[in-house]
Every structure is written in structure tokens, then in C-alpha cells.
């Protein structure tokens, strides 16, 4: 199965993955390539960061599931072509922690694929969490801004909402979800 966490820049998509896949260390996370440079005190297994050089050949290769620009920085972000995570997966479901550009892109690829839209509290929750992570005063409000929009598409086309309010309630909600749908098995298309 494909799972697609979600959500504006600054909701905490990444803390809640990582503590999924403590809960769930059975799932396999889709490393992201990105052109953007990497934040201070960011891990360097966060993305495979690449120059736009390599990014776009790898689009002209075929090489993504999904890529998208981000809005207002000229940064790149994709998810490696469903073939390669199926072979890394080594058949475990697959995680893929992505922008709402590609969660709609994959969803359109494939249907069957479960879209967790996570959200802030609030608007201020999310600046605050933009701020802490580094951002300067301009990528905070484009993000912000961004987020908005993105806030308005996502909640209308996510299979589920979650807030993160508090990360280990989040990550749970997101745990039970995923536990649902396993139980119920995959569905006709997904089978082999």
C-alpha cells in the first residue's frame, strides 16, 4: 500500500513520520530529492539534496513519481519513480512524506493510495514552528501564505485530517488510520 502524509510547510509533517515510524517500523519511507540547501542542523538523510543540474535530468529520465517547483523559491522537491521504492521497499507498504503538489499527483497515479492531510492548530502555531526550524522572516510568509491555499485543497481532497496539536497524539491517530486500512486488506486493484 501507499501512504502520503501531507500538509503546509511548518504543520510538523516530518516529527509526526518520524515518530510513525517508531510506532510502525514495518513502513518504508521514500527519501525525497530536493535543489533547495540543506536548513542548519537539518540531517543530511532528510532529502538527497541535489544541484537543479541532476534534478532535472533525472525528470528528463523518467526517474520520479512525482516532482514539483515550490512556489517562490525556485526549489525542487521529488519522490523517486514508484519502481525504485518498490525495490527498496523490499515489500513493505511505502511512506511517502511529500508537498500537496505531488500528493495530488500520486493520488492521481494511484487512486487506491491513502492522502493523511496533517494541519497546525493554527496559523500562529505554524509561523512559530517555520521560525524555529530556521526560516527567515520572507520564506515564513510565503509559506504561510502557500499554506493557506494548500490548507483550502487539501482538506477537500485528503482521505483524512490530522491535527497536530501535540506530536505523539498525532502520530498515533496516524498509526490507527494506517492499522485500518492494513486490516482491511488491499483492495482488488492493489493485489497482485
Excluded: C
Excluded at 508537498?99 to 493510495?113: I, M, S, W, Y
Excluded at 496539536?165 to 482488488?188: K, Q, S
Amino acid at each position: 500500500m501507499i501512504f502520503i502524509i501531507s500538509g503546509p510547510g511548518g504543520v510538523g509533517k516530518g516529527t509526526v513520520v518520524d515518530r510513525l515510524l517508531e510506532l510502525m517500523p514495518d513502513l518504508w519511507l521514500s527519501r525525497s530529492w530536493t535543489t533547495r540547501p540543506r536548513r542548519s542542523g537539518e540531517p543530511e538523510e532528510a532529502y538527497v539534496f541535489v544541484d537543479r543540474e541532476a534534478f532535472e535530468k533525472r525528470i528528463h529520465e523518467g526517474g520520479f513519481l512525482e516532482w514539483t517547483e515550490f512556489p517562490g523559491t525556485g526549489a525542487f522537491y521529488g519522490t523517486p519513480s514508484i519502481d525504485t521504492a518498490s525495490t527498496d521497499a523490499g515489500g513493505r507498504d511505502v511512506l511517502l512524506e511529500i508537498e500537496l503538489d505531488g500528493a495530488q499527483q500520486v493520488k492521481h497515479r494511484f487512486p487506491d493510495a491513502v492522502l493523511i492531510f496533517i494541519v497546525a492548530p493554527s496559523t500562529e502555531a505554524q509561523e512559530e514552528r517555520l521560525r524555529h526550524r530556521g526560516d527567515d522572516k520572507d520564506a515564513v510568509d510565503r509559506r504561510i501564505a502557500v499554506g493557506a491555499k494548500e490548507l483550502e485543497v487539501g482538506e477537500r481532497i485528503a482521505d483524512h485530517v490530522v491535527v497536530n496539536d501535540d506530536v505523539e497524539r498525532a502520530a498515533r491517530e496516524v498509526a490507527g488510520i494506517l492499522a485500518g486500512y492494513r486490516e482491511r486488506g488491499p483492495t482488488p486493484l492493489e493485489q497482485p
